[in-house]
């Protein structure tokens, strides 16, 4: 025997390779094995030259993106999108879908502006315009907003939601004849919008029509009784009109339909303060501060309204909480040796 069967026979882990007989199935084999370890570049070229069908294999990822993600797997389906992008990076199915998949606010900005740039459309510049509203560019949205409804040939609820956005925007300039301009503009194309309605009565609220603002909002819970921003408003413009029972009224409804909503919660505070309901308001913040992480405003709020009822304990106990997440304010330090003093004088 060969030296070379020699060494095969005495090292039975040596693999034999088997050699293609054919040359186009040794070209097959490497092409298959070439695909498998290329780089997104590479494969695009591939494709250019009709060597891979690039179109394919990113509509296959999409697809099996969309599989995990409506079984409940956001993070491999975002995975799957990514290396679609890999692929196409021009791909606005796996950009829209990767948009939806991922919480990233910087990512999503990203991601919402290179899918309005590659295709634009309503949809595509309303998402764009709503990010650069809630990062509180309000001129760059304000622009993209009206540059958008100009190209409207047709009305549909995304032109609803495009002329209530620029009243939003409008509101929050000042601007409360533009803001009623396209209000109205939203208003004929969906009347029974109770949202539209919020929009309308915090308008008046910002020129102190309070009559109005209360028609308004009245007309908001009329639609959704479940509108708890309606609600708020409502309560508000009761207590301006001077009914206060029916501001509480209100403002409980609202705490009752969504206990996190901070607005509701903070102006409990203060009224629980102002007419003496020291006992809902404190409720009402122990439920928010109990789901929130931190907030300083509402727990110094919780502080005061316990040391109103004298119940020390509890209002050290707070405190305690607040100096875990903030122990760099020196006014804390201060709450917390005052009440010190009170445990050691009622202990006297």
């Known amino acids: 025997r060969s030296h070379q069967e020699n060494e095969i026979s005495s090292n039975p882990g040596v693999r034999f390779i088997i050699r293609a007989d054919r040359t186009e199935v040794r070209q097959q084999a490497l092409k298959a094995f070439d695909a498998e370890t290329t780089t997104p570049s590479q494969l695009a070229d591939a494709a250019k030259d009709g060597n891979l069908t690039l179109a394919s294999d990113v509509e296959r990822l999409i697809k099996n993106s969309d599989l995990l993600a409506n079984a409940g797997d956001h993070g491999l389906a975002a995975i799957l999108c990514r290396q679609a992008l890999r692929y196409d990076s021009r791909s606005v199915t796996a950009i829209d879908r990767l948009f939806l998949l991922t919480r990233s606010d910087a990512e999503r900005f990203k991601l919402a502006k290179t899918a309005y740039e590659l295709e634009p459309n309503l949809a595509r510049g309303l998402r764009l315009a709503k990010i650069l509203v809630e990062k509180n560019q309000l001129e760059r949205a304000l622009e993209l907003y009206l540059q958008i409804a100009a190209q409207i040939t047709e009305e549909n609820e995304l032109v609803f939601e495009i002329y209530k956005d620029v009243g939003n925007i409008y509101v929050r300039q000042r601007d409360f004849d533009g803001a009623e301009e396209y209000y109205h503009k939203a208003f004929a194309l969906n009347p029974d919008s109770d949202v539209l309605h919020v929009n309308l009565g915090t308008l008046e609220i910002q020129r102190s029509e309070w009559g109005k603002a209360r028609d308004f909002f009245r007309e908001a819970v009329g639609r959704n009784v ?60 122990q439920e928010f501060l109990s789901s929130e992480s931190f907030d300083e405003e509402l727990s110094l709020a919780l502080i005061e309204l316990f040391c109103e009822r004298q119940q ?12 875990l997440w903030n122990p760099e304010r020196p006014e804390l330090f201060e709450l917390e040796r005052r009440f010190r003093e009170i445990e050691v004088s009622t202990a006297g």
């Open 226 to 285: 479940n509108n708890d921003k309606g609600w708020v408003g409502l309560a508000l413009a009761h207590e301006k009109l001077a009914e206060v029972e029916l501001a509480f009224a209100n403002l409980e409804n609202a705490i009752e339909i969504n206990p996190a909503n901070r607005t509701a919660v903070h102006m409990m505070a203060l009224w629980g303060q102002k007419y003496r309901r020291i006992e809902p308001a404190i409720q009402a913040l």
């Open 312 to 323: 020390y304990k509890l209002a050290q106990l707070e405190l305690e909480r607040l100096l």
